[in-house]
């Protein structure tokens, strides 16, 4: 263990220990998230990428890791924030502990900071860019550190998360007692718009039999198109979305082609660009697996997991857009569906992946639409 301070750019400095990784600093814009369980699963999502996350539960790394949990391929946040971590671990499932894979990431974990008062100031002025170094480093060239990070708002992270190449997924979701399975019938195909989307979205919806062919972030409307999908998806990702002109325009044309389409976070925001409203930066964001979500259409309050720093400015959206989900705890948009063309979106996250099941019902939702569309 080695003394850490970890730096906002508003002049708040605190005192920890690093727990991992060679890693002697990083920077990003830094967040908490409230979910209890789930820490791996927030580590691997791309949409993380460019932040330090900090965990507002009090004791982070006590059932471990292990490899099929993952949603991608690597961790992706800057940081990691807890208030302690346990030495021992316990799960059935669990391969390594908390610290060995996130060494074996490279990514620098602290403990022993006060998570509850970096979050009090988080809930009060917004998210923010912070630093933390590990060694003999001064609050003043901390601070410093902190404010020369970019903005992420300046960043295209996407092309960084995205897989550059056209690939395919076949793997079910995990079940007792057989983990994964391969999908062994196909209905449909589905073009998948991989702005950084995480396993278990692909999961379900290949338990739903659709053939999943996932295309790179900069692909343009025709490759998607010359596939001759049933329908498209658009995942989720990290950043701002208004950064992204070049997929807005493709997304335009994915549109006015009237193939079904369904969008999850980023790809929710991209939509509501494409319709020709805009987004806008959410204080301190929405991070956690407990957010109530409420479905206009059947008027059932769900519980969610989220994941993101902007929401649809409902004020610029078109007549011919309908919203179908709000957000229970600031009212913002959760939800819309186009009254013309056979596209709708969400922008919570209905896999889960840390959080609850109620929304699985929305890929149920696609699959429909997708067979709807082929009458």
């Known amino acids: 263990m080695e003394k850490v301070i970890l730096a906002l750019e508003d002049g708040h400095f605190f005192y920890g220990w690093s727990f991992s990784s060679p890693v002697k600093e990083t920077g990003g814009e830094v967040i908490f998230n409230t979910s209890i369980t789930g820490y791996q699963e927030i580590l691997t999502d791309p949409s993380y990428k460019g932040q330090i996350v900090v965990m507002t539960a009090a004791e982070i790394g006590n059932y471990g890791i292990n490899p099929e949990d993952d949603q991608s391929d690597r961790v992706w946040v800057n940081g990691f924030v807890v208030k302690d971590v346990p030495n021992l671990y316990s799960n059935y499932r669990a391969t390594q502990s908390l610290k060995e894979y996130l060494e074996k990431n490279n990514v620098l974990g602290i403990f022993g900071v006060d998570t509850r008062a970096i979050v009090r100031i988080l809930r009060t002025k917004g998210v ?107 995942s989720n990702g990290p950043g701002d979305p208004a950064v992204l002109t070049y997929q807005i325009q493709q997304i335009k044309k994915l549109i006015a082609s009237e193939k079904p389409i369904f969008g999850i976070c980023l790809g929710h925001q991209l939509l509501s660009w494409a319709f020709g409203s805009r987004t806008y930066k959410l204080e301190f964001g929405h991070h956690g697996g407990n957010h109530p979500v409420k479905n206009l259409k059947t008027g059932r309050v769900e519980i969610t997991a989220q994941n993101h720093n902007y929401a649809t400015d409902e004020s610029k959206l078109p007549a011919d857009v309908e919203i179908t989900h709000i957000n229970l705890n600031d009212s913002t948009v959760e939800g819309m569906r186009h009254k013309n063309y056979p596209v709708f979106s969400i922008q919570h996250h209905p896999e889960a992946a840390p959080g609850p099941h109620d929304s699985f019902y929305i890929f149920d939702e696609f699959y429909n639409l997708i067979k709807e569309c082929k009458k």
């Open 128 to 234: 923010m860019k912070g630093y933390i170094g590990v060694g003999d480093i001064s609050p003043a060239e901390a601070v410093r550190k902190a404010r020369s990070i970019p903005d992420i708002s300046e960043l295209n992270l996407v092309a960084e998360v995205s897989k550059p190449q056209i690939y395919k997924w076949t793997q079910k979701s995990w079940k007792w007692p057989d983990g994964y399975q391969d999908q062994t019938e196909f209905h449909y195909k589905v073009a998948v718009l991989d702005y950084g989307v995480k396993r278990d979205i692909l999961r379900l919806l290949a338990d739903r039999n659709l053939e999943l062919v996932c295309f790179p972030y900069n692909a343009s409307a025709e490759e998607v198109l010359s596939i001759n999908p049933d329908g498209i998806f658009l």
